[in-house]
């Protein structure tokens, strides 16, 4: 009897993975292929940070909601901890409530994880001079210098606006 028992018990467990792992397999294939429908209004997208991350721009850029949108961004945040676009919107989003010191802390807590990372470099330069994080500003500057010469003419004219001039620019170029 209890040898049968655990057969069915065993046979129930692989069964509920089989489902569970083609529902996650389903789910990662429309999120991977660009589904943006499925990605904004599914309900089971809410447990991956892409769509998160996309409902949040929706939300700040289709319906000028930043409270909503930070909302989602941190709902991306504790899906996955390591979503860096996530953390980064959301300083964003706090700027965009007038949570200076609240941008600032969550710039302070992600930029230390991404210091030689490029993919959010001009993003990270852009919070940076909003909140007037010198240090970091400094750094991205030049980081976008040497690194992404694609933006350096845009990098030199933020720098020249935040330090009020091209002639308090070179100082600090390292």
Known sequence: MLDRFSRVLFTAVLLFMAV???WYGYCRKQIAAG???FQAESSFAEFFPQPLQLRGNLAYYGEMDPVMAAEY???AIAVQPITIDA???LAQME????RMDEARR???IVSPLIPHVS???WK????????RDEELFIHCYNFILSRLPARVGEASFLAATYWGGWNRVLPHVA
Do not use: D, P, V
């Not at 700027?95 to 007038?98: N, R, S, V, Y």
């Open 87 to 89: 953390w980064l919107s």
């Open 124 to 131: 990270q330069f852009a919070l940076a001079g909003e909140t």
């Open 95 to 98: 700027l965009a409530m007038g």
């Open 119 to 121: 993919t959010w470099k």
């Open 20 to 22: 569970y792992l083609a």
């Open 106 to 108: 969550l710039l302070g």
């Open 35 to 37: 589904n943006l429908e």
């Open 73 to 75: 961004f941190r709902e």
